[in-house]
């Protein structure tokens, strides 16, 4: 069987983990002087310590020893990682690759992050169990990675600030104001601003929603993911209005993993989801 990994930014559930025996390579975080995996803490320790002591943990990619690792064992194997654009993990597993100087290991930059990241690797696990080859499985998935769609609701710009995206007037503006950026994910992997909602919670959530009711001709209704960094009645909330528009056959509630809450904060939720082949 085809093996199908990817990394902790994907911030899949353990259901799915399970369900598609889907191996996950962890970051790493650097937080209150102690170095973890990602995964090795829950949001709310390190929204705790970011509050007290005022400033962001620093994450950083596996490295190539951690990806020989993984990848130095027989069969053929597809790895799906965060944006090459974020993260040198696409990097590092390019030269943990050309080490081993196999041929029968697929390396696919998702040009995404969070359940971008995760919505490709779920596809390839069905395409692999339906038995589709190494190859078919990668030209696909290639294909269908323009099509993700990526959107999130930042609730305080205080992340942002601390991480350098924005400045001290921006910061002072946002928060009189009660801005919300709603960050989208671009088809070259980054991240921009796609809206700034001067509003309340409860309307930068209908945001979202007329998003996705815009593109809903357009959407492949087979899975979503509400991914978020525990607001767990928001999340609730989208699902249910979600199922009053569409039919759709898998929702997901999935908790962002320690890397992109770093950078993201609290109560930051998306919807994520693919468009149909045009």
Do not use: W
């Amino acid at each position: 069987m085809i093996e199908i990994l990817t990394d902790s930014c994907s911030d899949l559930n353990p259901e799915l983990i399970d369900r598609f025996h889907l191996q996950v390579i962890p970051l790493q975080v650097f937080i209150a002087n102690r170095n973890l995996r990602d995964g090795e803490i829950k949001l709310a320790q390190l929204f705790d310590e970011v509050s007290k002591t005022s400033q962001l943990p620093k994450t950083a990619a596996p490295s190539v020893g951690d990806f020989l690792q993984y990848f130095n064992t027989p069969g053929e194997k597809i790895f799906i990682g965060i944006s090459s654009q974020l993260s040198a993990t696409m990097q590092n597993a390019s030269l943990a690759m050309a080490q081993l100087g196999r041929n029968d290991i697929c390396l696919i930059d998702s040009l995404n992050l969070s359940t971008g990241i995760g919505l490709l690797v779920c596809k390839a696990a069905e395409l692999r169990d339906q038995g589709y080859p190494l190859d078919a499985i990668c030209k696909e998935i290639e294909a269908t990675r323009p099509l993700v769609h990526s959107t999130f609701i930042i609730d305080t710009l205080d992340y942002l600030y601390k991480g350098g995206r924005c400045n001290a007037l921006e910061l002072v503006m946002g928060s009189l104001l009660r801005i919300r950026p709603v960050i989208e994910v671009r088809q070259d992997g980054t991240m921009g601003v796609k809206e700034k909602i001067a509003s309340t919670r409860k309307k930068a959530l209908q945001s979202l929603l007329k998003d996705f009711e815009s593109l809903l001709p357009n959407v492949d209704l087979h899975r979503i993911f509400i991914t978020h960094t525990g607001c767990d009645s928001d999340a609730e909330y989208l699902k249910i209005e979600l199922k009053k528009l569409a039919k759709i056959d898998e929702i997901h509630i999935t908790y962002a993993g320690a890397t992109i809450a770093s950078h993201c904060g609290p109560n930051t939720i998306g919807i994520l989801y693919i468009l149909k082949q045009p």
